[in-house]
């Protein structure tokens, strides 16, 4: 067990014990009774409490599950005052303290009433359609409740609290009237809540039902007209997947638009004017067969692909996220789609080996438009550290242990480059590194810790540009973060983020630009970087690399549009020469053993060029995986574009020109012949026998 890990567990179940602890010091107390040890006792059990919202939130769900929420909790806690006030004394209590215990159940009515509420809210407030930079106004969108009337946890324990703080008071000074002020706090504070919550239900208050919505979102797609879409589904660490085609979507003109079908991906999505709908229903989903909508690009593949693939009148065509030597770039998936884009001839090749039933006229080499903008290798590096940029992939579905370099070389790698006093190392993780095998996640930690002691050994002064660059950073923050409060629900999201300004792209890529440059000239001399936000981003990296080691993935493919040397970690197993023969992307690559002894060899290469002798087989290279420099990668994909959009128009066209009959439709009930008439004969279709 890892030690990070085994401080997460020794921490719940400190939290745990804790709780445990007070609960059963409450009951001690109020059964003896012991008016020191229940106060202290139910102090100590608020303060767990507070720290499991503060610090444990994972321990909630257990507690949940074990039949323990904050409810159950609270009502304990509280009952256990009241047993302690009726023990307290020599006389009988019960008719003394009956009007507290009766207001004490009124709060936990309350409690309940409102949480009732508050679903129904929820569930109002739940759109079929949620939008980003569209002008939704029209569907009575307004703010979120407050976050406390939402979460019944922390409002049991908000609102609870005068209420505990009150027999508290009343169990130490034995003054009933402690308790009723209290308690009537809590009674004031619970109906308050319950009637802001009840006035979000007024007809007037509420925002446009499900019907008025899908009326609305078909009047937008009719006045907006899109052409081209991006189709993107999947988890909360994927949003990558789909960000890296943003910009070239956007740079195609026309009218784009981007196709989501969880609702968490609406704000997964990085900053972009191109509107964004989130259609989370099939139903919803198929209004798009009815839309302009011609051409649809899928970056990945997912479940939920199969359901937009239904329509008719729309073309599908699959771009991926990356393309390399993994099975994954040659998915059997691909023949769904009525195109494959890719890259340059090596996955034209690839596709054809694979024989997974990708026919060569459906495939269209188009470049990577995102790496128009990657700067070209300038020569050996100039000034006193060389910048190596170590990019591991992740463990991947199938165990593989030649997929991920981070388990079996991450740390002999980095020892050996921290080694070099002339090195200094970009080390940026794939976002998945870790969720399908934990030695991966571990191994990653610890190659951080190595980078991190490396830094402490290498002091230097921040230059001077830290200002600049906190100036483009909250200009990008101004310009790309239009929802300022952080209890935002959808529908109020959708209200703050409309229609953006006009210039707003334009203004954000000359933010990010400034901030790119501040970020690296900010940088001490020398200082080790771990990169796991979203700036800077892989190209950015690529831009100040003048070394790049990785695995077999798609980021040594990009890294070739640079032209510099790059290094391919071996833990496959597999001899030097059959890795190479089985990983075509790794022909002008250093091949690197687990051991890193070839890591001192390498950086001497990168150094003196006369020592390279991959130049020339990664120009060829290139040329092979990314396809000609001209025309550029982004005119290639437009042209796709069009040429794809035309073919779904000719569709249309023909389509319409069929008659009713003549296509195929929903099965119909046989009616019996008239009596003396022969029944008609169908005659048989042309096609395929099965």
Not at 90 to 117: F, S
Not at 422 to 450: F, I, S
Not at 453 to 471: I, Y
Request: with cysteine.
């Amino acid at each position: 067990m890892t030690r990070p890990r085994h401080r997460r567990i020794t921490a719940k179940l400190l939290v745990l014990a804790a709780l445990a602890a007070a609960f059963t010091a409450q009951a001690v107390g109020a059964l003896l009774p012991n008016v020191p040890l229940l106060l202290a006792a139910t102090a100590a059990s608020l303060a767990a409490e507070g720290a499991v919202y503060r610090w444990q939130r994972g321990m909630l769900s257990l507690l949940t599950k074990s039949h323990a929420d904050v409810t159950v909790r609270h009502v304990l806690r509280d009952l256990l005052l009241v047993v302690g006030l009726l023990r307290l004394g020599e006389q009988p209590r019960e008719t003394v303290y009956a009007p507290l215990v009766a207001g004490l159940l009124a709060c936990y009515v309350l409690h309940c009433a409102i949480q009732a509420v508050s679903v129904l809210v929820r569930r109002s407030r739940t759109l079929p359609v949620v939008t980003r930079n569209i002008d939704a106004a029209a569907l009575r969108l307004s703010p979120a409740p407050p976050v406390l009337l939402r979460r019944p946890g922390h409002r049991l324990l908000v609102f609870g609290l005068p209420a505990t703080g009150g027999l508290l008071a009343t169990v130490a000074t034995d003054a009933p009237l402690c308790g009723a002020a209290g308690l009537a706090v809590s009674l004031l504070c619970s109906v308050a809540g319950l009637g802001a919550l009840l006035l979000r239900l007024l007809p007037g208050r509420r925002p446009a039902g499900e019907r008025e919505v899908l009326d609305w979102f078909d009047a937008w797609l009719a006045e907006y007209r899109p052409t081209v879409g991006l189709y993107f589904s999947g988890s909360r660490d994927s949003a990558y997947q789909a960000n890296m085609w943003l910009e070239p979507l956007a740079r195609l003109g026309g009218r784009p638009v981007v196709v989501l079908r969880e609702r968490f991906m609406v704000q997964k999505i990085a900053a972009t004017d191109v509107p964004v709908v989130c259609l989370p229903k099939v139903s919803t989903l198929m209004r798009l067969e009815h839309s302009t909508l011609q051409v649809l690009i899928h970056p990945s593949n997912s479940g939920k692909t199969s359901q937009v693939l239904r329509i008719p009148t729309i073309k599908h065509a699959f771009v991926n996220h990356g393309e390399s030597d993994k099975l994954s770039s040659c998915n059997p998936y691909a023949k769904a789609y009525d195109e494959v884009w890719v890259a340059g001839p090596a996955a034209r090749e690839r596709y054809a080996l694979a024989e997974v039933g990708v026919e060569d006229k459906d495939i269209v080499e188009i470049g990577r438009p995102q790496l128009d903008a990657v700067r070209p290798y300038a020569g050996p590096p100039a000034g006193r550290y060389t910048t190596v940029l170590y990019a591991p992939t992740w463990e991947g579905w199938d165990g593989n242990p030649g997929n991920t370099s981070v388990i079996a070389a991450g740390e002999n790698l980095v020892r050996a480059l921290l080694a070099d006093p002339g090195v200094r190392l970009l080390y940026k993780p794939h976002p998945l590194t870790g969720t399908v095998d934990p030695r991966a996640g571990a191994a990653d930690l610890r190659v951080r810790e190595l980078i991190r002691a490396a830094n402490r050994g290498r002091p230097a002064a921040r230059p001077a540009h830290s200002a600049e660059l906190a100036g483009h950073a909250a200009r990008l923050e101004r310009l790309t973060m239009s929802v300022p409060r952080a209890g935002a629900d959808q529908v109020e999201r959708m209200l703050a983020q409309a229609a953006p300004e006009p210039g707003r792209a334009a203004a954000v890529a000359e933010a990010a630009a400034g901030w790119n440059a501040a970020y690296w000239a900010a940088l001490p001399e020398g200082e080790h970087r771990i990169v796991t936000e979203a700036r800077p981003a892989l190209y950015s990296c690529f831009d100040q690399a003048d070394l790049l080691i990785s695995d077999v993935s798609s980021v040594i493919s990009d890294f070739l549009a640079s032209g510099k040397p790059y290094a391919v970690a071996n833990t496959s197993g597999l001899p030097q020469e059959a890795f190479r023969v089985a990983f075509p992307t790794v022909a002008a690559a250093t091949v690197l053993t687990p051991d890193a002894a070839g890591v001192p060899a390498l950086l001497a290469a990168v150094r003196h060029p006369e020592r390279d002798t991959f130049a020339a087989a990664r120009a060829a290279l290139a040329l092979r995986l990314l396809g000609p420099a001209e025309p550029p990668a982004q005119q290639r994909f437009a042209a796709a574009v069009r040429a794809l959009a035309e073919s779904a128009r000719d569709h249309r066209t023909r389509a319409a020109g069929r008659l009713p009959a003549d296509l195929p439709g929903q099965r119909q009930e046989k009616q019996p012949p008239t009596p003396g008439t022969a029944a008609p004969v169908t005659p048989p279709r042309a096609g395929r026998h099965r």
